[in-house]
């Protein structure tokens, strides 16, 4: 049974997302009080983000842990210098460590690093998903196909130009955005998927391997896909409509484990 190991309270609304570094050492969250926390658990230090002027929707950190993204009811997102705060140990920004992006026309919902940490990407209420330089902030590209606000989106951990977004349409998206047209599926009308064309995808997370990918929704269940066909090799059913979904770090793949583990999965 899992056991409570400390109790993180300086928000002052409701916590709506929440990260932990690569080094597992901090941890970010985002509130509906319009901030960020980082906290440092080794040593109880927290810093408080201000900058954005909406709620705070999701947060991600790059694989080395040195920037932090977040995103807002705004319409803007911001790439926040982990390393900087860190090091001066203050108690609160007021966004001078941060880089403000901006060109939205709704709310942001979802936003993720790619493996090199130099591309983010992000999707909106505006039904479509960016990319976005992080040196600089700029959009280098939109991606258009969803009918429907974009919930989710993540980046392959083994391909730096790969990513999966989902969207309240019912529609999963793989996107490569190396080449002239990305979207290399569309999985909304087949058979496995039905189910979801009248509900929300709400999440979405690769396998450590790069070769399979979760996504679950308000249809109570969690599909594991193939990202070359992106056929659905497994279904998990729920009790409840699913609104997030995670695979264990260093897992491997299930049809791998199943003889020294009796088929236990890793994705939750």
């Known amino acids: 049974m899992a056991k409570e190991c400390a109790s993180l309270k300086l928000h002052r609304s409701s916590v709506t997302c929440c990260a932990f ?10 509130s509906l009080d319009l901030t960020l926390m980082l906290w440092r658990l080794s040593d109880g230090w927290s810093h408080r983000l201000r900058g954005h002027s909406g709620w705070v929707t999701c947060c991600s950190f790059n694989r ?12 803007t997102l911001r790439l926040w210098d982990v390393e900087k705060m860190l090091r001066e140990e203050a ?22 690093f790619n493996s090199s940490g130099r591309v983010l990407c992000s999707g909106s209420t505006d039904e479509t998903v960016r990319i976005w330089r992080v040196k600089d902030g700029k959009c280098v590209k939109v991606l258009r196909e969803h009918a429907g606000w974009v919930l989710c989106c993540c980046f392959s951990p083994s391909s730096a130009s790969l990513l999966v977004s989902g969207a309240a349409d019912g529609g999963v998206c793989i996107w490569d955005i190396k080449i002239p047209e990305p979207c290399l599926k569309h999985i909304k009308s087949k058979k496995s998927m039905r189910s979801l064309r009248s509900s929300e995808v709400t999440c979405c997370a690769f396998h ?15 599909r594991l896909l193939r990202v070359e066909d992106g056929e659905v090799v497994e ?22 484990e199943e003889e020294e583990a009796g088929g236990r999965r890793d994705c939750a």
Do not use: M, N
């Not at 570094?21 to 985002?30: F, N």
């Not at 040195?66 to 705004?74: E, T």
């Open 21 to 30: 570094s690569p080094q597992d050492d901090v941890l970010c969250s985002g």
């Open 64 to 75: 080395q842990g040195s920037l932090l993204a977040s995103g807002s009811a705004d319409e």
């Open 91 to 112: 108690e609160e920004s007021d966004g001078e460590h941060s880089l403000l992006l901006k060109g939205y026309g709704g709310s942001i919902r979802c936003c993720s």
């Open 208 to 222: 450590p391997d790069g070769k399979v990918f979760c996504v679950g929704g308000e249809d109570k269940q969690l």
């Open 235 to 256: 279904l998990l059913r729920c009790q409840q409509s699913v609104t997030g979904c995670a695979f264990q770090p260093g897992a491997k793949r299930r049809e791998e």
